[in-house]
């Protein structure tokens, strides 16, 4: 017989502030803009994050070890390959299909994700990035309520 392993929610339950970003730029100029207000330096990922089967949302993440953050910025749009199975001419072709990281959230553009341990800093960083002029609107999102809370798990 096998065993059984579970893991504890505790686990994977780091705190951390979620910040819903407005902005129709792209996203590598979003983090370069970023990377010059905050004084931070988000890197673009090698791999996308892969939710679905078929879909993946581009992400740049960068480390503070000085001061113990994760800094993470991802697209709430991700695209991806859809098989039509509908029994015409174009059966076998695939078709590009947009998925949501967050689909509570479908207005939202980018995700900034700051993983930390305290959380006093989430006002002064809201004021810089409210500063970037692409930037249409940002605020804090109550991650308690969401129900796709598991997709910024990674």
């Excluded at 002064?124 to 970037?132: F, G, M």
């Excluded at 002029?133 to 999102?141: G, L, M, N, W």
Aim: glycine share 4%.
């Amino acid at each position: 017989m096998a065993a059984i392993h579970k893991i504890s929610e505790d686990f994977y339950n780091v705190p951390f502030t979620l910040i819903a970003l407005h902005s129709g730029i792209a996203d590598f100029s979003l983090a370069y803009a970023l990377n010059s207000c905050l004084k931070i330096k988000l890197k673009r990922s090698r791999k996308d994050l892969g939710i679905s089967s078929n879909g993946s949302f581009p992400f740049f993440n960068w480390k503070d070890v000085i001061n113990d953050r994760d800094y993470l910025l991802i697209a709430n749009k991700g695209s991806g390959q859809k098989e039509l199975n509908i029994g015409n001419l174009f059966q076998d072709q695939q078709s590009m299909a947009s998925y949501r990281l967050i689909p509570e959230y479908r207005d939202v553009d980018y995700f900034l994700k700051i993983e930390q341990d305290e959380g006093d800093m989430e006002e002064e960083i809201l004021k810089t990035v409210l500063s970037i002029p692409k930037v249409v609107t940002a605020y804090c999102v109550d991650t308690d309520k969401m129900k796709s809370r598991n997709n910024l798990i990674f």
